[in-house]
């Protein structure tokens, strides 16, 4: 149980090997040092995960966490987060989302859920205050995601995994209404245990330390989130997908298998032509105040639209401009019950490797007509799509195209291309997750989508990019939207883009390295909180912490090494944080040496700056920032780490 | 003067429902008057439609991120070529 407001004091542990369950020691402690979410499941995965072990091994546990305002009324906080062992990385994989059912697992008395071992047949878990319940899924096994959810009891919430999962298709997805957890290869863990779906249902409300404060904090949080120009105006009027644009303007939206940034139908499918020709309505997560979602309409029926990254890795990444083929195809992958980042760099890797003669797979650049055939493949590992479903880098090492398998640590790069984002290079290399835009830092946003900092100097950015990461890590740890941090850049930065002292304070980034770095190292010493960064507020009035921006930086730093050793102890060696050379050794333009991503410069400035050395925290960083470990074993990883793998 | 293209994107497209226009200009600045007053005469024909729709905000050159033939530009004074192609931008962040 907990003293503290803001948590449900329970985690729920459920066995699927011996289908019973028990409570899950988890202090008050335990809460104030992980916050939650994201960093309560490295946490709990640090400490449970072993050299050698495997996404499909029995004892990979599945935590499903939340977070403290998740619950609590404040604005965007409805996310939950699914970790586990990775079957596309071999290692950590976070994965969030903003269903309901974070919501309702707090409603039913628990925080957090783990899900070990393994079921003899398939199977759904429902979930009650009073009880838990394991049921033959049998019924429902095979079924698409919406014709497994409408099976299920209608007064709960769920996850489920559609065909993709079951299949172990290795980044099959897990949804919770028409939301997903969608890296990492969830749903194969799910389908691996035969755990085809969880209910839960739940009354309780969460009690808050100070109400009568937070409701005037919350209107003050939801006035700032809906009067900036990037969640009160872009997001809600555009969506992600408005980002199609500015990223062709920018040179960064991935193209022909991140041959190329630009390219030259991108308008058939930008944000504006969505918006224009095929938005039904907004739609968005419980809680939500920037409604950052889209309704459209596929073959009459209205379903989840698309957003940016499927737009850019669906359209210009595989030379598509048919925007109504990317609604279809976007539809289909979340039926099946698959990651559209994963799947889509998939395709259009299978796509190069056929036009180098590597192998045919019948998926050619501007070639639409098999594209939803072969979807259905690689949902069921039919033919060609078995190998699809393994994924780019595993697709690499079989037919060849390494300098061109655009992944990092075997997950598929978001639409970002980052040879004119140098940061958001940077980011996709370290990020504990592998190639994930946000987990990287999401430096684009300063590199020219939001504001307009030099993005192809990497002056600076090591600095910035471990700040983002560690920060964007506790918000997240906090059950909020990671959108709620855009609202963090002050709003004249971003309204007037060609004032004199926007330009001067942009001029200025890459040289505020050295005093970014003294708080990345000192977290603590942030004693402030800021309006434009409430979460560590909002922890006060919900939970009576004494946050700070210190608080936040200090937790997210904690979450941040930990995460790394847990993927070291399974296995990642010491150089793991690379790119493609496509990225770091082919200039984007070629009369632009500029125009490529200088890795290795800006690994030597983060790793100097993080206190770890060849992507490995020193034991020293560990004790900083609280990772506890015995230093017998961290040496003997570390050994590990060090041999050629 | 310059007969050049002037494009619009992200929320300032979709608030003034003006995607494109043609504009003799000399300089970068310039271009700023004739774009509102397109989208001023945009924005009474769709008053027509729906008499409740916001006027809306007019557009300088301190409010939109610029580019002209793909290229960043930043000076309201730079001169403008026959054939060039200037897009206006609003700021945008996602996932």
Redo the contacts between chains.
């Keep these: 149980m907990s003293n503290l407001k803001g948590y449900m004091g329970k985690v729920l542990r459920i066995d699927l090997t011996e289908q019973n369950h028990r409570l899950f020691p988890w202090t008050d402690e335990d809460r104030k040092r992980t916050i939650g979410g994201k960093i309560m499941a490295s946490d709990i995965l640090f400490q449970h995960v072993r050299p050698g072990m495997k996404a499909f091994d029995e004892d990979n546990w599945l935590v499903v966490t939340t977070g403290p305002l998740t619950g609590s009324g404040c604005p965007n906080t409805s996310r939950f987060n699914i970790s586990t062992i990775s079957p596309l990385t071999n290692i950590v994989t976070s994965s969030n989302c903003g269903g309901d059912f974070g919501l309702s697992l707090k409603r039913a008395g628990y925080d957090a859920l783990i899900i070990t071992g393994k079921a003899k047949e398939p199977t759904t878990v429902e979930i009650t205050a009073d009880s838990v319940q394991f049921k033959s899924a049998k019924d429902i096994w095979g079924l698409k995601v919406t014709e497994a959810q409408e099976k299920l009891p209608k007064d709960t919430d769920k996850l489920v995994i559609g065909p993709a999962g079951e299949n172990k298709v290795l980044y099959s997805c897990v949804f919770s209404g028409e939301r997903t957890s969608g890296r990492g290869g969830v749903g194969a863990v799910f389908g691996d245990k035969n755990l085809k779906a969880v209910t839960v249902k739940g009354v309780k409300t969460v009690e808050v330390a100070k109400p009568e404060k937070l409701k005037k904090f919350n209107r003050k949080w939801v006035k700032t989130l809906m009067t900036h120009p990037l969640t009160g105006r872009q997001l809600p009027k555009m969506g992600t997908a408005g980002l199609v644009s500015a990223m062709q303007a920018h040179g960064i939206l991935a193209t022909k298998n991140f041959s190329a940034g630009r390219f030259d139908g991108f308008e058939s499918v930008s944000g504006e032509e969505l918006t224009a020709h095929h938005l039904v309505s907004n739609s968005a997560c419980t809680t939500c105040v920037i409604r950052c979602g889209r309704a459209v309409k596929v073959d009459g029926k209205t379903v989840k639209g698309p957003e940016l990254e499927v737009l850019g890795l669906l359209g210009p990444n595989i030379l598509n401009d048919n925007i109504e083929n990317i609604l279809k195809w976007n539809y289909e992958l979340d039926e099946f019950g698959m990651d559209t980042i994963s799947a889509a760099g998939s395709i259009a890797f299978a796509m190069e490797l056929n036009e180098k003669g590597l192998w045919d797979s019948g998926l050619e650049f501007g070639k639409t007509d098999n594209i939803s055939e072969i979807i259905e493949k690689i949902a069921h590992r039919e033919g060609v799509g078995d190998d699809l479903a393994n994924g780019t880098k595993r697709m690499s090492e079989k037919f060849g195209g390494k300098e061109f398998a655009i992944h990092a640590k075997g997950m598929e790069l978001a639409a970002y291309e980052p040879r004119r984002a140098v940061g958001q290079g940077l980011g996709y290399a370290t990020a504990n997750r592998g190639g994930c835009h946000l987990n990287a830092g999401y430096m684009v946003v300063l590199e020219g989508l939001g504001l307009d900092v030099d993005s192809l100097t990497p002056r600076g950015k090591a600095s910035i990019t471990i700040m983002f990461q560690n920060l964007m890590e506790a918000i997240s740890a906090c059950g909020s939207c990671m959108f709620t941090s855009y609202a963090v850049f002050p709003g004249f930065l971003v309204e007037k883009p060609n004032w004199l002292l926007t330009r001067a304070i942009l001029a200025a980034f890459p040289y505020v390295g050295p005093a970014v770095n003294v708080l990345n190292k000192f977290t603590r010493l942030a004693q402030i909180n800021i309006p434009l960064i409430p979460h560590s507020m909002a922890l006060n009035h919900v939970c009576d912490f004494h946050a700070t921006l210190g608080t936040l930086l200090t937790v997210g730093s904690h979450g941040y090494n930990m995460e790394r050793m847990a993927n070291i102890i399974l296995g990642q060696k010491a150089g793991a944080d690379k790119l493609p050379k496509r990225l770091t050794d082919v200039q984007q333009d070629p009369n632009d040496p500029r125009t490529k991503v200088p890795l290795e410069r800006l690994k030597k400035d983060y790793y100097k700056a993080r206190g770890w050395v060849d992507g490995i925290p020193k034991y020293k960083t560990l004790k900083r920032f609280g990772v506890k470990m015995d230093k017998d074993y961290y040496e003997s990883v570390v050994r590990e780490a060090r041999t050629d793998g | 003067m310059a007969k050049v293209t002037v494009k619009l994107?992200?929320?300032l497209?979709?608030?003034t429902g003006l995607?494109a226009s043609e504009v003799s200009a000399d300089k970068l600045g310039d271009i700023f008057g004739f774009v509102n007053e397109e989208i001023t005469t945009i924005y009474e024909e769709r008053l027509k439609d729906d008499p409740s729709l916001e006027r809306p905000d007019v557009i300088s050159?301190?409010?939109?991120?610029?580019?002209i033939n793909?290229k960043?530009c930043?000076r309201?004074r730079q001169k403008l070529s026959d054939g060039d192609e200037i897009?206006l931008?609003?700021?945008?962040?996602?996932?």
């Design positions: 994107f992200g929320v497209r979709v608030d995607a050159f301190s409010d939109a991120i610029v580019y793909g960043r930043p309201k897009w931008m609003s700021p945008a962040s996602g996932g």
